[in-house]
């Protein structure tokens, strides 16, 4: 065989060559750029790992938080409630009193009104414990009204208590 017979043979095994090193060498940045690859997803797992634990214990702080704010507004409800009830019972009390006759509203009486052109013994009797200013008992009817009126706002004191209490207490959780 000739050398220019040759010549096709050496020309197709160096393509076959070039054809394979090429290949190797796609293989080689193949292995380095895998490499290179899983590296970085392994550091990326990490910071999510990391900002994942972070996130878990601030949202557990903020849900203490917020436990311990609903345990102390439970326990504001109870007082408010008690403080209620407690007005409740002592206005129902009064009431009762006022109904037997135990009690008996009387009112200041000014003695230098002279537009008053009431009647009220300047002296006290021997059964009374008021020693010094003129008094007027009041008609029962009337007594049962202030006494209503004043639980009434008794009961409006304590509520606006409580809402200021718990618009406070839910402020500090902002």
């Known amino acids: 065989m000739t050398s220019m017979q040759k010549l096709p043979g050496l020309l197709m ?3 076959v ?13 193949d292995w ?3 490499k290179k690859l899983s590296e970085q997803a392994g550091l990326h797992q990490e910071d999510l790992t990391r900002i994942s634990m972070v996130a ?15 345990q102390q507004l439970a326990i504001q409800d109870q007082q408010h409630t008690k403080e209620l009830s407690d007005a409740q019972r002592t206005q129902a009390a009064l009431r009762d009193r006022l109904a037997t006759a135990d009690v008996r509203l009387s009112v ?16 006290t009797g021997a ?19 202030i006494i209503s009126i004043t639980d009434a706002g008794d009961q409006g004191l304590i509520a606006l208590r409580a809402c200021q209490s718990y618009a406070a207490r839910v402020s500090e959780l902002k």
Do not use: Y
């Open 32 to 34: 380095r750029m895998g």
């Open 56 to 70: 878990a214990a601030q949202a557990r702080a903020e849900q203490d938080k917020r436990l311990a704010t609903e």
């Open 127 to 145: 059964v009374g414990v008021v020693h010094a200013a003129r008094r007027a008992q009041l008609d029962p009817a009337h007594a049962h009204r």
């Open 108 to 123: 200041l009486v000014d003695a230098t009104d002279s537009a008053g052109g009431c009647n009220v013994p300047t002296a």
């Open 17 to 29: 060559l070039m054809a394979g090193s090429a290949g190797v060498t796609w293989q080689v940045q």
């Open 13 to 15: 095994l160096l393509l």
